[in-house]
């Protein structure tokens, strides 16, 4: 069985960071594309960031040049560095990785970690 679990959420200013983190445990044998996804109440998922395993990214547009995403492979991890917060980056982020924890490779997700922009 394959568990995510998200860190880093909590509070913060606008002009502010945070730091999120997305651990992969369990019966993980292979982690291709892992990322972040993020939901306000009442709108659908939104997606945030990707990165592959060989390292390359891609980010949605309005956060380029203030998130970073990244990946330590060795710890099965995956991060996005936030910078520069806006009121709106306000959302439940969600971690994903396209992972092989039995016969195949398929999504598993987080529980989601809520990261809150005060203006």
């Known amino acids: 069985q394959v568990q995510l679990v998200e860190s880093g959420g909590g509070l913060v200013q606008a002009g502010g960071s945070l730091r999120l983190s997305c651990v992969a445990s369990?019966?993980?044998?292979?982690?291709?594309?892992m990322g972040w996804y993020r939901q306000n109440p009442g709108q659908e998922r939104e997606w945030v960031a990707t990165?592959?395993?060989?390292?390359?990214?891609n980010l949605l547009a309005p956060v380029r040049g203030r998130f970073t995403i990244s990946r330590d492979n060795s710890k099965n991890t995956v991060y996005l560095q936030m910078n520069s917060l806006k009121p709106e980056d306000t959302a439940v982020y969600y971690c994903?990785?396209?992972?092989?924890?039995?016969?195949?490779?398929?999504?598993?997700w987080g529980q989601g970690t809520q990261v809150t922009v005060s203006s």
């Open positions: 369990g019966s993980v044998f292979g982690v291709r594309d």
């Open positions: 994903y990785g396209n992972i092989l924890g039995g016969a195949m490779f398929r999504d598993y």
């Open positions: 990165i592959q395993n060989d390292g390359a990214t």
